[in-house]
């Protein structure tokens, strides 16, 4: 059965049922499972059973209100009216949303007490006539006490339960009519479904009211209990603390009084760690060498505290603890689908590297991963989610900066203060032989005299070598075969190729505004809201505000920045919420702009008409892609080439290229000759602050030279990309999915790719295709016929030139004029 219309209803549009000559109503009865409505009250309840969805139905199609009569045995599912109690409630039927298990879940809102006087149908669901309960006041000076009464016990009850909300306490306060109170605190209280319908049946205000207390007295009882047990936990804990703290201090007066040995002591506290330990049979008897040189030298000599540090290193490092994998690859996908949105390649990944693992345990080396894409798109926070998965620690050093070589493998005994590298730290923090390893930033680190960190990781890195990894400062071989390593990179060109070979490379792409706006919703929104408090306030963020914190607010192509900023609102309404003021529920985006003020950045359009010599090209940056707009113009000179706008090398040669493709075909795009030698061609890249660089831009540049020249305007609802030879040939170009997503920004929907670039059309989400459109090109020409309009009539370099032409032929005359 489907229930229609009643998720817009609003419960003050439906008037109660009209009383007739007998003073009674006539109604559906809806029979109640689980739940008692009382008046005045918005009541959720759940209704199943043929009788009870037809009547609800029957309601809902009548616009009109129902009976809601509780049921003496809950666990009927087709009552009969000798099921239900007389005594019930006149509703309203509001939202009805469907479950799973065939039932419906309805919001009401109850309008007055009724009590059954006569059933006058029960199939296909059951009508009855009823008569309205009025409360009966006998006394008002004991109603007054009651309530008082009712009031300082409520009171009391909120300080002990702070489960029960602020504002619902601050408003049943407020009541100012007995009865609704009544009816307000049983509906908040924890009662059992007899005491709510008892409650419900009582006639008379004062023993309503008098019933309550006596209920709310109980509640308190139970809450001053819990709270009790709580203090004495508390109490005991501490007691705890105070005998350990005087246990240290009687073992130091011990030490001070010299009634043991510390040396002696000290010696075979670090031979029974030794033994502890279970170290492998060459680490035991280097650690028993060891122990052997610690015995025969003097307590004070220079050399014991190394020896000791190193023991207490060999014997704190996992040798053989690992943690057993959990391989169930259901469990793993769940784990990464709720802490990750997308990333179904990388997710697909994992699930293969466990599959395999499960398959061929022993036989199987632990891949190298590296994650790299642009900052904030979840490539730490993934490598804690496959260590969950997999049921293993999760470890994470940052390689950002380091210079020293001896920050990986350690520095050598010799040196005073010498530790271990910080891959054998990280092994001793993990306490297992096969964590999951990340090592951060892997495309930050430095090199200088003291060595180069990147060449130490090739053999951390190397399955072929790891197995014996060699720290300067424990001199032992040290196997890091088991562990699961990944590396993160924001970019791949600063890295050595020996050490990328090692790397099995996944890409991470900027996220688009859709996977943005999910993913705030779905794990921003929520953690920030309880990380603020604010989940008891209901507080949460419209689409449009989302959207304008991603387009106004923060400009990347991660979602750190975004979190960053739905902090900063939820902190504007903590403050609002803890002043006590009135703060918004549903955050919008005129909220936001007030809260955040004026937008750190506007949103980069393509310009709006077409114009000649202005072409939108698409660049990759680290924030994941953007529009580039290329200037350019033909003005009187030596026919030199000016390049502004912080172009790179390559992107100079790009427009060398292009301008040389342009006078290759001067004569089939109708362009003099004489143009090349007397005018100069300025290109212009606007934010000149900003280095640019790359062959990407080829077929823009030519593009926009030509216009130039010819003065044919350039289409602005296009952006293209694509590298350009001599031959005017179009080839392909990187970063496609971060360019297509910049332009999609910018509001252009057609663009131009290279045709080798149509593979890359996979990665790119179906949903953000629907609404693109590709041309794909292979030669130059079809980039001019696509983009470039008809030419005018006559150019105005044509003009100038017959000016100029006329008034040197008049200068002519009047020369000649005056010599005769």
Known sequence: MTINHAGKRDFSS????????????????IPLREAIVF???????????????????????????AIGIAQRDPSAINPVPEDLYSIGTELSPGRAMRLPDDHFHVLTEGRRRVEVVEVIQTDPYIIARARPIKDVRRNAGETRVLMQTVESLLRRAADLNTTIPDEVIEYMLNLTEPGLLADHVAAALSLSFDDQQRLLEMR??????????????????????????????????????????LREQMRIIQTELGETDIFQQDLNDVRE??????????????????????????????EVGIIRTYIDWLTSIPWTKSSEDNLD???AEEVLNKDHYGLKKIKDRIIEYIAVRKLATSKMKSPILCFVGPPGVGKTSLGKSIARALGREFVRVSLGGVRDEAEIRGHRRTYIGALPGRIIQTM???????????????????????????????????????????DHYLD??????????????NDLDPMPDALLDRLEVIEFSGYIEEEKIAIAQQYLIPNQIEAHG????????????????IREYTYEAGVRNLDREIASVCRKVARQVADGKSYPRRVTANQVRSYLGPAYYTERLAHKSHSVGLVTGLSWTYDGGDILVIEASVLPGKGSLMLTGQLGEVMQESAQTALSYVRSRAKDFDIPYDDFENYDVHLHLPEGAVPKEGPSAGITLATAILSAFTERKVRSDHAMTGEITLRGKVLPVGGIKEKVLAARRAGIHKIILPADNRKDLEDIPKELQSDMKFIFVTEMQQVIDRMLMAAPRQRQRDKDREAEEKEHKDTEKSTTMAAS
């Open 39 to 65: 008046p005045s009250l918005v009541t959720p309840i759940s209704v199943r059973g043929s009788r009870g969805l037809t009547g609800l139905r029957a309601a809902l199609n009548q616009k009109s209100t």
């Open 14 to 29: 439906i008037p109660d049922a009209e009383l007739d000559d007998h003073g009674l109503i006539e109604c559906p009865v």
């Open 204 to 245: 008379e205000i004062d023993r309503r009211l008098q019933r309550v207390a006596v209920l709310l007295g109980q509640e308190i009882n139970v809450l001053e209990l819990k709270d009790e047990i709580s203090n004495q936990v508390q109490q005991e804990m501490d007691r705890g603390q105070r005998e350990m703290f």
């Open 476 to 489: 032992v071989p040290y196997d890091l075969s088991k562990v699961l390593f990944i590396t993160t990179a």
């Open 329 to 331: 690859l259901t469990h």
């Open 534 to 549: 604010l989940k008891a306030a209901r507080v949460t963020l419209e689409k449009p505000a989302i959207q304008s914190l």
């Open 428 to 470: 001793k923090r993990a306490g297992t032989v096969n964590p999951v390893f990340v090592l951060d930033e892997i495309d930050k680190l430095g090199n200088d005299f003291r060595g180069d960190p990147s060449s130490a990781l090739l053999e951390v890195l190397d399955p072929e070598q790891n197995y014996a990894f060699s």
């Open 273 to 302: 760690q030794i033994m502890a330990a279970n170290l492998p049979d060459e680490i035991h008897e280097r650690a028993m060498k060891e122990m052997s040189r610690l015995n025969i030298m003097p307590p004070m000599a220079p």
